[in-house]
Structure formats: structure tokens, C-alpha cells
T-cell receptor
Framework: AQKITQTQPGMFVQEKEAVTLDCTYD???????LFWYKQPSSGEMIFLIYQGSYDQQNATEGRYSLNFQKARKSANLVISASQLGDSAMYFC?????????????FGAGTILRVKS | NAGVTQTPKFQVLKTGQSMTLQCAQD?????MSWYRQDPGMGLRLIHY???????DQGEVPNGYNVSRSTTEDFPLRLLSAAPSQTSVYFCASRLDRGNTEAFFGQGTRLTVV
């Protein structure tokens, strides 16, 4: 079963508008972490925002916020006031604990294109 | 302020050749890992290390070896390259086992012909 699901292969948004990128996850572990990464065309992975499963408030980092709905197992990324530089691939990831460590489990990604 | 450094950035191999992808970090991080990125599949864990001398397999370890003789370095070895190993490889490190941010290298684009 897929652990992280990003149902939107691609999204378009008008510059200066807000956009929501969807992410749902599946875990039976009560303690987990959710991450969003941005991958521009240059290829590097850029950390955007983190939400812990026990955090009471939704995480925010500048123009990025995470809409965390624990009961629905969703962790959507909201980008406010989109900019042309936001055009990139966005990955949702969940930290999954293993016996000796943990790993990031990634979704397939959503390509965001910001139109001027 | 180097962070995580991967070399090379690009590589073309012939089927059956071996090579080592290098990864070094200067943040004194315990955890290091290797992922591969394939279209439509996100990133998948190949191998990881929780400290010098300790490594373990991820979800797609076949065809790859790792070792961790120092805290700083975590090389990934392809023993006998196959076209199925054509991918973009990322090395990542983070401070500890908790929910800390993972820092990624720039990636290595490998093509096996």
C-alpha cells in the first residue's frame, strides 16, 4: 500500500494567487513527521516545511503553510502569493521509523507551474 | 558552508562497469542515506547509515554496496552497472534519528548504456 499519495501530477496557478498541493499518508505509528520538499529544474532538493504528528498547530514558514488534518491523514501544502520561482516539483514525505533508524518515504510528486 | 557534497554530478557507464558515487558532509551528522529518484516514483531509499561503521539496507538495495568508515563520508558503490540503475542519486544527511530535517546533496545523474 502506498504510504504517501500525491494525487495531482501537475498544477497550474496564476502568479500572486494561492495554491494547495495535496498529500495524504498512511501510517499506524502514532509518532511521525511530515515534510515537504521543493525540487526546481536544477535538481536539488530544498526543505520547505515540517509537521510533527503531535504538533497542535499547523506549521508555517513564510509563504508556506501546512494544512494538517490528522483524522483525515492529510498534510496539504499551501503556498500563498505564488511567484514565478515557485515553479518546481514538490514532494511530500513522511518519516517512517525502522529498527535501527528511519527513512523518508516520498510521494510521487506534483509539478507546479506558475503563470504570469 | 558546504553541507552535503556529491560527486560526480553526471556519469555515463557501460553495462557491467563498476563505480563509486561519493558523498561527504561537514555537519557532523550521524545519519546518512542514499536515495534514487525515478520518474513518477519519488525518491526511494537504497542504503542508510546511523553512524560510522553501521549501515543497513533500504527498500531497493540490490546491486549497491555502502560502507561508512568515517562520520563524514558515505560512498555508494555500483558493483556491476545495469541499465535499470539509470537514475538520479541523492545522498542525504541529518543530525539524528528524530524528526530532523534532511539535507540533500545536489544529486548525481547516472546513465547506464
Amino acid at each position: 500500500a502506498q504510504k504517501i499519495t500525491q494525487t495531482q501530477p501537475g498544477m497550474f496557478v496564476q502568479e500572486k494567487e494561492a495554491v494547495t498541493l495535496d498529500c495524504t499518508y498512511d501510517t499506524s505509528d502514532p509518532s511521525y513527521g511530515l515534510f515537504w520538499y521543493k525540487q526546481p529544474s536544477s535538481g536539488e532538493m530544498i526543505f520547505l516545511i515540517y509537521q510533527g504528528s503531535y504538533d497542535q498547530q499547523n506549521a508555517t514558514e513564510g509563504r508556506y503553510s501546512l494544512n494538517f488534518q490528522k483524522a483525515r491523514k492529510s498534510a496539504n501544502l499551501v503556498i500563498s502569493a505564488s511567484q514565478l520561482g515557485d515553479s518546481a516539483m514538490y514532494f511530500c514525505a513522511m518519516r517512517e521509523f525502522m529498527e535501527y533508524g528511519n527513512k523518508l518515504v516520498f510521494g510521487a510528486g506534483t509539478i507546479l507551474r506558475v503563470k504570469s | 558552508n558546504a553541507g552535503v557534497t556529491q560527486t560526480p554530478k553526471f556519469q555515463v557507464l557501460k553495462t557491467g562497469q563498476s563505480m563509486t558515487l561519493q558523498c561527504a558532509q561537514d555537519m557532523n551528522h550521524e545519519y546518512m542515506s542514499w536515495y534514487r529518484q525515478d520518474p513518477g516514483m519519488g525518491l526511494r531509499l537504497i542504503h542508510y547509515s546511523v553512524g560510522a561503521g553501521i549501515t543497513d539496507q533500504g527498500e531497493v538495495p540490490n546491486g549497491y554496496n555502502v560502507s561508512r568508515s568515517t562520520t563524514e563520508d558515505f560512498p555508494l558503490r555500483l558493483l556491476s552497472a545495469a541499465p535499470s540503475q539509470t537514475s538520479v542519486y541523492f545522498c542525504a544527511s541529518r543530525l539524528d534519528r528524530g524528526n530532523t530535517e534532511a539535507f540533500f546533496g545536489q544529486g548525481t545523474r547516472l546513465t547506464v548504456v
